[in-house]
């Protein structure tokens, strides 16, 4: 005797099929689409900074040109397919030149020159903040070592115990910081 339960398929109820060839050249046409829009909006971003960087409205950039404001935003919108030639021609009114960079798919990308300096200024200040915290750290330890030294001359001069002498050493090893309630004790 068959013990499963049989269930019937609705009428009704949408066909499931495995995906054919046009399905997946749908889904394939949909990623490209996808990472072409990403690198028309990178395009406009570089461009952008570019002008941002050298001060150049865009306004400015339209006189330059000869061009419609409209033409303007819509060239830097990161909408429209630019072409190489319009892609020279901004970049040329801004007084700069450029280049095509390769990189395999995942590395990072190249910084743009004012990317690299702010980054440069950024780098600089945690720099200078390692150098103060370097250089209290090194007067720090200066003052440690004299206490120390002090700690020490007047352990073994004195004609202390060795618990309190032990005590001292001790104290100085752990690199507790009560240097200075040691020196006074001492």
Same mark, same amino acid.
């Given at each position: 005797? %068959?013990?499963?339960?049989?269930?019937?398929?609705?009428?009704?109820? $949408?066909?499931?099929?495995? $995906?054919?060839?046009?399905?997946? *050249?749908?889904?394939?046409?949909?990623?490209? #689409? *996808? *990472?072409?829009?990403?690198?028309?909006?990178?395009? &406009?971003?570089?461009?952008?900074?570019?002008? %941002?960087?050298?001060?150049?409205?865009?306004? #400015?950039?339209?006189?330059?040109?000869?061009?419609?404001?409209?033409?303007? !935003?819509?060239?830097? !919108?990161?909408?429209?397919?630019?072409?190489?030639?319009?892609?020279? +021609?901004?970049?040329?009114?801004?007084?700069? #030149?450029?280049?095509?960079?390769?990189?395999?798919?995942?590395?990072?990308?190249?910084?743009?020159? *004012?990317?690299? !300096?702010?980054?440069?200024?950024?780098?600089?200040?945690?720099?200078?903040?390692?150098?103060?915290?370097?250089? %209290?750290?090194?007067?720090?330890?200066?003052?440690?070592? !004299?206490?120390? +030294?002090?700690?020490?001359?007047?352990?073994?001069?004195?004609?202390?115990?060795?618990?309190?002498?032990?005590?001292?050493?001790?104290?100085?090893?752990?690199?507790?910081?009560?240097?200075?309630?040691?020196?006074? &004790?001492?």
């Amino acid at each position: 005797m %068959d013990n499963r339960k049989h269930i019937k398929i609705d009428e009704g109820a $949408p066909e499931l099929r495995k $995906p054919d060839l046009e399905d997946l *050249w749908n889904d394939a046409d949909d990623a490209r #689409d *996808w *990472w072409l829009e990403n690198k028309r909006q990178d395009v &406009a971003i570089t461009l952008t900074g570019m002008l %941002d960087e050298r001060q150049i409205t865009f306004a #400015d950039l339209g006189r330059r040109l000869n061009w419609k404001r409209s033409r303007v !935003s819509r060239a830097l !919108s990161g909408r429209e397919n630019l072409t190489l030639n319009t892609i020279a +021609e901004i970049v040329r009114a801004a007084d700069l #030149d450029f280049d095509l960079l390769v990189r395999f798919r995942g590395a990072s990308r190249a910084l743009q020159p *004012w990317e690299r !300096s702010s980054m440069d200024n950024a780098a600089l200040s945690q720099a200078e903040t390692l150098l103060e915290y370097a250089e %209290d750290l090194c007067a720090k330890t200066k003052a440690m070592h !004299s206490t120390a +030294e002090t700690i020490v001359k007047r352990a073994f001069r004195d004609d202390r115990s060795k618990e309190t002498k032990r005590f001292a050493l001790s104290t100085l090893v752990s690199g507790d910081n009560g240097h200075e309630e040691l020196l006074e &004790a001492a």
